[in-house]
């Protein structure tokens, strides 16, 4: 059993190599309170509890000044370097060296010393002043313990002796003017517990001793999950891992690191510790029974071959399934529809010899090298050439991608013709037109005769798995095998149903497992008949999660060249030029002026006043006012106005009732 001693300066001196650990909380005062604040477990270390650290990641250093008390905290990637400041007293003895200073050669070298007097042992003598690097320490037949020590000798001739360890003398530390950086004292069991100084101070500087700060990944007696906490907590341990060899400690296990596990280690039970967050990717009957504490048989792990497939659009929302390749259901392929040339052009680059029906009738455009197609028309893609298009600016074609297809018109049977009424026909990629493919067989296929054509495929399930107790897929009116991939699967199931199987796809669920000694839900000469479940549907958001995570990403449909009016439109009139009758005025010419009104209206006769109506029986005089020039009536609009009231209308004119004022004084 350990001496008991705080968790820092555990941590600090303990050999990572020699994890896991198991330590007895004895005392202490919990950082902040509790380590559940800090981890975001239910966690508290009580005394007595035991602790098994299984993992160290280093999070900072502490940098204390020795002078003045003063501390700081410095990245672990900082990039400046410090000297080791070795220890003014000496050694006494070989043994005394060993038992202070740790013995072996890391990354950062060995323990390197001095002898201030010369050493004489057997045949070999070391001059005084040699260095000397401590490498082990073994011991001899005779039971006597030596250390193995390296020395360079003449013309840099090296070589190893032994020095026994109650050899003495005088030795002093080596001072060298190496720099190490912060990591490679922090990796160092020799350097973390020492003292330096700046690397640009040699003689002078503060001293400066480095305490590291770990995250400890540990699991706790009795709990079922990995806490982490700091190295700084103020509680004190005792190293307990030689008393505890037989200790069973749950350990949490990922789907990776299940599937990780030799086949020896199957079937086996196990425990749900932690259940998936959040449905995102999976609806099915089995992913609803992944909850907390629920035991699962583990039948094994491997790799199955999976096919994505997917409904098409309608009044149903969009839905997605993953097949496994043991389905054992039936399926007729069922002819794809295709709504542009450009669909065409993407079937037939996956499976050569395409054959389409022409459903809808499309007209011809001569501009575009567009022809005509009717509805019954029967096309076989043959090739992809680049074709004359419209011409350009300077008159040069421009080369259009497009299709050519062995056109056959449907021919009645009493016509005795028997020449071949078929011809090829360019079709641009940019054209739209409606398509169905041909199909010229009718076979019930399973799915590993589809897997080995060239996918997508339309098919429609005829015959249900019988295998499955309720098969999702026979409902369906079509059904689009899109792609296949591999997936590293667990074969599970429940405690209370062993032989209803289902796979767990290691990629797309997170949680943790942790094996179990209980017992297995059958006797070992009788295990059940396996029933697994082929079939899982999906969501919408593993869909696209899974196209970005194989990043496939298809070339859009060319763009149409732009299209020329054609001389069957009918010319329309030019547009009235508004810039032209802009242009015109000339509001720049009185920019900051006062624009002046209009002259009045030019008339034969501008010398005369306008006429005045005449009442009945009453002579008008001349008026002496000047008629207003800008608001007359025309003199010929007076009598027509006037004709018309008398010859059309029964009623007076406005003219006639309303009277001038000085018609109305002499009145």
């Known amino acids: 059993m350990g001496d008991l001693q705080s968790l820092r300066i555990f941590i600090n001196c303990m050999d990572q190599n020699s994890l896991p650990r198991i330590l007895q909380i004895c005392s202490g005062v919990y950082f902040q309170g509790s380590v559940y604040e800090l ?29 003045t008390g003063f501390s700081f905290e410095l990245p672990t990637d900082y990039s400046g370097q410090f000297r080791l400041v070795t220890e003014d007293l000496p050694y006494n003895t070989i043994e005394e060296i060993v038992s202070l200073c740790p013995v072996g050669v890391d990354a950062c070298g060995s323990f390197i010393f001095t002898s201030r007097d010369e050493l004489t042992f057997g045949h070999f003598t070391v001059p005084e002043g040699k260095q000397l690097t401590l490498l082990s320490v073994e011991i001899s037949e005779d039971g006597e313990r030596l250390a193995r020590c390296h020395v360079v000798g003449q013309n840099k001739a090296s070589a190893e002796i032994l020095l026994p360890l109650s050899l003495k003398g005088e030795f002093y530390e ?23 100084r700046s690397a640009n101070m040699k003689n002078s500087g503060t001293l400066l ?17 990995v806490v982490k906490f700091p190295s700084t907590l103020e509680v ?40 998936p967050e959040g449905n995102q990717f999976f609806i099915c009957s089995w992913f609803k029974e992944l909850q907390k504490g629920r035991q699962l048989v583990l039948h094994g792990c491997g790799h199955t071959t999976l096919i994505l497939a997917s409904t098409p659009k309608g009044r149903k929302a969009k839905q997605y399934y993953l097949i496994s390749e043991r389905y054992g259901g039936r399926m007729r392929r069922r002819a794809r529809e295709f709504e542009s040339v450009y669909e065409l052009y993407l079937a037939t680059s996956q499976s050569p010899g395409l054959k389409v029906s022409v459903t809808r009738h499309s007209e011809a455009v001569e501009e575009e090298r567009i022809p005509a197609l009717s509805v019954g028309e029967q096309l076989e893609v043959l090739r992809m050439e680049l074709m004359d298009g419209l011409k350009d600016k300077s008159g040069a074609a421009q080369k259009v991608e497009s299709l050519i297809c062995k056109r056959t018109t449907e021919v009645d049977d009493d016509d005795d013709d028997d020449e071949d009424d078929s011809e090829e026909v360019s079709l641009p990629l940019f054209m739209a037109g409606h398509f169905v493919e041909k199909l010229s067989d009718n ?73 179990t000694s209980d017992h297995l839900p059958w006797s070992s000469d009788d295990p059940p008949e396996r029933h697994v479940e082929t079939v899982t549907e999906m969501t919408e958001k593993f869909y696209y999660e899974y196209h970005k995570l194989v990043s496939k990403t298809e070339e859009p449909p060319p763009r149409p060249p732009k299209r020329k009016p054609s001389s069957s439109e009918t010319t329309k009139k030019p547009k009235c030029d508004v810039s032209k009758q802009l242009d015109k005025l000339s509001l720049h010419q009185t920019k900051g002026k006062r624009v002046p009104a209009p002259p009045p209206p030019d008339d034969q006769t501008p010398d005369q006043p306008p006429p005045v109506l005449p009442r009945k029986n009453i002579s008008v005089a001349d008026s002496a006012s000047l008629p207003n020039m800008y608001v007359r009536t025309p003199i010929n609009e007076r009598k027509s106005a006037r004709r018309l009231s008398d010859s059309d209308h029964d009623y007076e004119s406005i003219e006639d009732i309303i009277k001038t004022p000085h018609e109305s004084i002499f009145y």
């Open 443 to 515: 076979k019930k296929y399973k799915l590993t005769d589809l897997m080995s054509s060239s996918l997508p495929l339309d098919v429609k399930v005829v015959t249900r798995d019988k295998d499955l107790e309720q098969d999702p897929l026979t409902g369906l009116t079509a059904l689009k095998l899109e792609e296949t991939f591999t997936e590293n699967i667990i074969l599970a199931s429940l405690s209370n149903k062993p032989d209803q199987c289902f796979e767990l796809p290691v990629r797309w669920l997170q949680m943790s497992l942790s094996f």
């Open 209 to 225: 001793a480095f305490s590291p700060v770990y995250e400890i990944s540990a699991i706790m007696h009795m709990r079922k999950n």
């Open 236 to 275: 004190d341990v005792q190293d307990v891992t030689e008393q505890c060899q037989d200790l069973v400690f749950i350990t949490p296990l990922s789907l990776t690191e299940v599937a990780g596990q030799p086949k020896e280690s199957f079937p086996t039970m196990a425990e749900i510790l932690d259940e």
């Open 39 to 67: 981890s975001g477990s239910e966690v508290c270390l009580s005394t007595g509890d035991l602790v098994k650290i299984i993992g160290l990641q280093l999070l900072s250093v502490f940098c204390e000044e020795i002078d």
């Open 174 to 196: 080596y001072e060298s003017d190496r720099g190490y950086t912060l990591q490679e004292i922090m990796s160092s069991a020799r350097l973390s517990c020492r003292r330096f």
